[in-house]
Each structure stands twice: as C-alpha cells, then as structure tokens.
C-alpha cells in the first residue's frame, strides 16, 4: 500500500518549475487531475479538514498555487472543458467536508 496509486509526466517545459507532489496519505485530501487536448494540465487540490481549495498548472507555472476555495477562478482564462472539470471538482470536493 506504500506505492503511489497515479504516477503522470509532465508535459511542460522546465521553465514551468517543479510540478507539486501531492500526497494524499493522511486520507485528508481530494485530488483531481485534469489534461486537455494540448497537454496542458491541471492540479485541483481541497484539504478536507480546512476546506481550502488550490489549483496548479503548468501553464500559470507549477509552483503558483491559487486559491479558489470560494470557486472563484476570476484569475484564470479556462476554455469550457476546464470550467466544467473544474466546477466538477469543487462540487465532488465539498461533499467530503
């Protein structure tokens, strides 16, 4: 049970910085992952215990992690399928709190 249950490469350039490890061991984390047809992606993270929310993307650079614990990506330029995965994420996220 020690070995990762995804493991996914990453398809930006190093400029982009390090993509998160995100470790969901304490069972207190929901976890979404999301690619588009570009192979841009998209790190959805939303601790169970405080509630906050946090998005990463290669593309805005890895290391930036917003918050849109309200749902608020106002920040963000999404095409429709990301605003879909991403609406997705926060109402499967909220039921866990």
């Known amino acids: 049970m020690s070995e990762p249950l995804l ?3 990453n398809h930006h350039a190093a400029s982009c910085g390090d ?4 470790n969901g061991t304490e069972g207190r984390c929901y976890i979404g992952y999301f690619e588009n047809e570009h192979g841009e992606q998209w790190i959805f993270t939303r601790d169970r215990k405080s509630g906050t929310a946090t998005l990463h993307g290669g593309d805005i650079g890895w290391n930036k992690a917003i918050d849109i614990t309200s749902g608020s990506t106002n920040v963000l330029i999404l095409n429709h399928s990301e605003q879909d995965w991403l609406r997705a994420c926060l109402k499967a996220s909220g039921a866990f709190l």
């Open 7 to 9: 493991r996914i490469p």
């Open 19 to 22: 993509p998160p490890i995100v």
